[in-house]
């Protein structure tokens, strides 16, 4: 059974409908900045043996690597400026999300007291399908035999309980999809996964689009829909 790639789990700076919250930990501090850098060449000046001063293309030298540390730290500057601007854009566009069901490639379902998403699935050829449920640690929950389907794209219905009807836990769930033809030959398929996005979490660098308790990429949304009951 092949997890969702783009399934991560919560954590983070995070901004939800309603209000935002965030953690973080301070920036380690440069090792050699270009004030330690004046710091120390002053000393040396003040320091050195007046019979043996520091020769004028050794100060030379030494001003001229303090002037390539100044334009690496202006350039550094400029690039965490344009990377900041950047992040800035996709967090904003990202907040667009927010309260729209969108659909991804993967295969993951997030069930909870109020809510359980659902997922779908294609099948290139016409075939008998089978939809095997898995709970978080990989164990067949429930199996499904949806009969033969012809090639297309199918709502995954699944109402949340296991073999003997028993209502699941709350929790990630995932599906494999298991399509054969009348010569009981496999025939291609793949799965989607579906939700509402309810926030928006900034993870390394860069915003998630939050789903229950999944974490999806906005570049990898295939399809969204606005729902009548935000």
Known sequence: MAMDSITNYLGGTSVVAGGTSGSGAAAPEDTLGRDQFLTL???????????NPLESQDFTAQMAQFSSLEQLFDVNESLAN?????????SESALDYIGMEVKAAGNTIYKSADNLDQGSYYIENGAEVVISIFDGAGMEVRRIEAGYQDAGEYDLEWDGRDENGNVMADGIYTYDVTAQDENGIDVYSTTY???????????YGRPYL?????????????????????
């Open 41 to 51: 060449l002053v000393a040396q000046l003040q320091n050195q043996d007046p019979l």
């Open 82 to 90: 344009i990377q900041g601007a950047i992040t800035a854009g996709e």
């Open 193 to 203: 996964s579906k939700g509402k996005v309810t926030g928006v979490s900034n993870q």
């Open 210 to 230: 939050v789903i229950g308790e999944r974490l999806l990429e906005p570049e990898n949304v295939l399809e969204t829909s606005l729902l009548s009951n935000i």
